[in-house]
């Protein structure tokens, strides 16, 4: 396909009627003689929308010629992320699969945003998981879409629904917001356009999560789904994202897509069949995917903040603790150590289990965290390292992914030095495990852990040296992989300590400065 004077598309094909009678401005241009003929069509958004329904290939949108891509003077779109936008403003359906770290977000609101200037859309509803609402989605359209309004739909159910009829332009709701407007939407046609990242949570269609988003998404609504990992743990796992999205693509009915893609040994033992890689593809179609490996453009490490809001409980304990550290601080000269010790025990409530006087461990409910890790996990492409600071913690994180199914085994400073070589040398050559739960003064030195291309810091460490010591683990020769960093945060003194750890900031004076910001800000 050519592009002449940035006006016109000139496309070989041998059905050249196709275009023509169905596009005004179309015209044959060239017949080679030999069934092949040249076509030129406009280049205008409603004539490339046209070739992307009639299945032309490569048909590039007006975006790349018209649209301006808003940023931050210190940004430049990558090149796969423009493809990206691209692809999505041309296709009212569609999934896009980049990997985790590939900047897909940007792609997406700059997308969106285009569709919004040429008035194809007015509205987009964006539907994520809790921890990046804010963090990822939220910061991301300030960057990118700085002249929209965006709201994030987050609180009561009156909240919610008053900012879902708003005119903000954009919505940021989690998935567990949708039943709270779900009346709302049914009544008026709010969202010309619904995203959902991380789109695996609607996979089953026996949910009511699954239910009530098909019941809502209307047949003429543009609808996107974002993931870096469709089907990952069966083939069964691509039916009811098939079944949201390109409904027309995927089986009637489940039974008989299971039966297409898995077949049955015994009474309870199913396996993939050997085509059913292909039927997911087809089924999951039109898709664009890009590897962070294929992102040349990509710096190596990405980091990446994913929120994990405190309980009430901890919200209480916490304050508690702040104030009385506060009391017992008064008129004394604070050293570095005692500061690390003092804010050790507000990053263990954040974490969901501290050492109590006693000597007892008095456990939170730390669910949206670990919500947060396994969502971390079930995006990444490769092995996982989560480092965890506190031994108790370890312990808690360790027995929940157990009973999640996932891989995993623990490296602490009771581990002997045997027993964690004989694990690392596991992590490194076999299948499982997936994932690693690592005290990082256990294992900040020496180790090469290059099976892995995703750090999960569950909580931060006081010591900068620690932590890029604990992240250079994966990033050693023989990492083939593009790597992301998630800091997972809830509370403020994890906020600070990240932007600590992150300036490379390892003086005993900041340390302290730190603490005492914590102890005196509400």
Request: hydrophobic share 40%.
């Amino acid at each position: 396909m050519q592009v002449l004077a940035g006006r016109t598309l000139v496309i070989k094909t041998k059905f050249p009627a196709r275009i023509t009678e169905t596009i005004p401005e179309s015209k044959i241009v060239n017949n080679y003689g030999d069934g092949r003929y040249e076509v030129s069509v406009n280049w205008g958004f409603k004539e490339a929308l046209t070739l992307s329904k009639l299945n032309v290939k490569n048909v590039p949108s007006p975006i790349i010629r018209d649209y301006k891509w808003p940023r931050p003077m210190a940004l430049t779109p990558f090149d796969h992320q423009k493809e990206t936008a691209s692809f999505l403003s041309l296709r009212k359906r569609a999934f896009c699969f980049n990997e985790q770290g590939t900047g897909k977000t940007a792609s997406v609101i700059w997308a969106a945003d285009y569709l919004m200037s040429i008035g194809a859309i007015k509205r987009v509803l964006i539907v994520c998981p809790l921890s990046i609402m804010q963090s990822a989605w939220q910061q991301d359209l300030f960057k990118f879409a700085v002249h929209r309004t965006v709201d994030v739909a987050y609180g009561s159910a009156d909240k919610r629904n008053k900012i879902a009829r708003s005119a903000a332009e954009f919505v940021v709701i989690n998935y567990d917001g949708i039943p709270a407007i779900a009346a709302s939407m049914l009544d008026k046609n709010m969202f010309d356009l619904v995203v959902i990242d991380e789109a695996n949570a609607y996979k089953n269609v026996q949910t009511q999560r699954w239910k009530l988003m098909r019941k809502l998404v209307r047949e003429d609504s543009w609808l996107w789904l974002l993931t870096g990992t469709p089907a990952a743990q069966s083939p069964l796992d691509a039916y009811g994202l098939g079944k949201l999205c390109v409904p027309s693509r995927a089986p009637r009915f489940y039974g008989d897509y299971r039966e297409s893609v898995m077949q049955q040994f015994g009474m309870y033992r199913w396996e993939p069949r050997p085509e059913a890689e292909k039927i997911v593809f087809e089924m999951l179609q039109p898709a664009i995917r890009f590897t962070k490996a294929e992102c040349l453009d990509l710096p190596a490490v990405t980091h990446v903040t994913r929120m994990a809001p405190l309980s009430a409980d901890q919200r209480k304990y916490y304050k508690e603790l702040k104030d009385q550290l506060l009391l017992e601080s008064n008129g004394e000269e604070v050293s570095a150590v005692n500061a690390a010790a003092k804010m050790s025990k507000l990053l263990q409530i954040s974490g969901g289990a501290v050492y109590a006087d006693t000597g007892t461990v008095v456990h939170f409910d730390v669910s949206s965290r670990l919500k947060v890790v396994e969502e971390v996990i079930d995006e990444a492409s490769h092995k996982v390292i989560v480092f965890v600071p506190f031994r108790h913690t370890i312990e808690m994180l360790h027995n929940h992914l157990t009973k999640a199914g996932i891989t995993n085994e623990v490296i602490h400073g009771d581990v002997s030095v045997r027993n964690r070589t004989e694990i690392f040398k596991r992590f490194q050559e076999q299948p499982n495990p997936r994932v690693l739960v690592v005290q990082p003064s256990a294992a900040a030195h020496g180790v090469t852990l290059t099976a892995a291309n995703v750090i999960i810091w569950y909580s931060p460490v006081t010591s900068t040296e620690t932590y890029l010591q604990a992240n250079a683990r994966i990033d050693r020769p023989g990492q083939r992989n593009p790597m992301t960093i998630v800091h997972i945060q809830g509370s403020p003194v994890e906020n600070r300590l990240y932007s600590m750890l992150q300036g490379n900031i390892n003086n005993h004076e900041k340390l302290i400065d730190l603490y005492k910001k914590e102890l005196v800000e509400t």
